[in-house]
C-alpha cells in the first residue's frame, strides 16, 4: 500500500509517516522540501502515481488571512485534481474542531472552504477535526503577545497530543473511507489561557498569560465553547500533565 502524507515532512506529518513506514506501509512525504507544491501543483502527478491514499496534514506559511484563503482555495483544488487524476480512492485531511463558513477566525474560515472542496472533490474522503494539539501552546502565545503579555479571548479548550492525532490518522488512513467526519480531542477540558499557560512555562517561557475582555483567537472573536468538540468526539488517553512530564525528559 502507498500513502503520500501531504505535509509528510512537519510536526504531525513526521510523526503519520513514521507510523505507517512502522506498519509496513510505503509512506511518501510530500512537501515543498521534498519537491511538491500544493500551490503551483508542482510535483503533485509524480508523487501520486500509484498512490492507494493521500494523508493531507499541510498548512500555509502564514496566517495571513489572503494567504490562508489562497491556500485552501488554490492548493487543495490542485491536489484534489492530482488525486482524481491518480486514481487515489482516500483523500484523509486533518482540520480544526471549531471550523466553519461562518466563523470570525480567517484561518478557520479558510480552512472551511477546503473541507467544502473535499467534500465536493469526487474522491472518497474522511476528515479529522481535532482541537489544540499540545505542541501548538508556543504558537498560541505567540500569536496573543501583546507588549510582552499573552492575552487571550475566554475560551474553553479539550487540548490533544500529536501522537494520539497521527495514530488516529493512520487508523483512519489504512481503513475504508468514511466520506464523513469525526471530531477528535483530549481527555481534559480547561481555559485556553491555563493551557497555554502550562505549556509554555514547561520549557521556561516566563510571558504572564491572562486573559483579555477584548482579546481575540488569531484575530477572530471566538465563543467561549466554540472550540470544544462535539458531543460524539473520540476522546483520547494522553492528560496535559503526563505530555509534559515527559517531554521535559
Known amino acids: ?12 506529518g513526521s510523526k503519520v509517516t513514521r507510523l505507517l513506514r512502522e506498519r509496513g506501509v510505503d509512506a511518501v512525504p510530500a512537501s515543498p522540501s521534498t519537491g511538491v507544491d500544493v ?13 492507494d491514499a493521500a494523508i493531507d496534514v499541510s498548512k500555509p506559511r502564514s496566517y495571513d488571512p489572503a494567504v490562508v484563503d489562497a491556500y485552501f482555495r488554490t492548493g487543495i483544488g490542485n491536489l484534489l485534481r492530482a488525486e482524481h487524476a491518480a486514481g487515489v ?43 489544540q494539539f499540545f505542541e501548538f501552546a508556543d ?65 521556561g517561557d516566563r510571558r504572564p498569560v491572562r486573559v483579555g475582555a477584548d482579546a481575540t483567537y488569531f484575530g477572530g472573536r471566538i465563543g467561549r465553547t466554540a472550540l470544544l468538540p462535539g458531543p460524539d468526539a473520540r476522546i483520547l488517553p494522553t492528560r496535559l500533565e503526563d505530555w509534559l512530564a515527559r517531554e521535559a525528559r
Open 89 to 131: 480512492r482516500h483523500h484523509v485531511a486533518l482540520a480544526a474542531v471549531g471550523t466553519g463558513p461562518t466563523t470570525d477566525i480567517p484561518f478557520y474560515r479558510a480552512k472551511a472552504v477546503g473541507t467544502e472542496l473535499v467534500q465536493a472533490g469526487g474522491v472518497p474522503f474522511s476528515l479529522v477535526h481535532a482541537t
Open 139 to 203: 504558537a498560541i502565545a505567540d500569536s496573543g503577545t501583546v507588549d510582552g503579555d499573552v492575552v487571550l479571548p475566554d475560551v474553553l479548550v479539550q487540548p490533544i497530543a500529536g501522537d494520539d492525532v497521527a495514530r488516529v490518522i493512520v487508523d483512519i488512513a489504512v481503513a475504508d473511507p468514511r466520506n464523513g467526519e469525526v471530531d477528535i480531542a483530549g481527555p481534559e477540558v480547561m481555559p485556553l489561557a491555563e493551557f497555554v499557560g502550562r505549556g509554555i512555562a514547561a520549557h
Open 39 to 51: 500551490m503551483t501543483g508542482a510535483g503533485l502527478d509524480a508523487v501520486l502515481a500509484g498512490a
Open 1 to 12: 500500500m502507498k500513502i503520500v502524507v501531504l505535509g509528510g515532512t512537519g510536526q504531525i
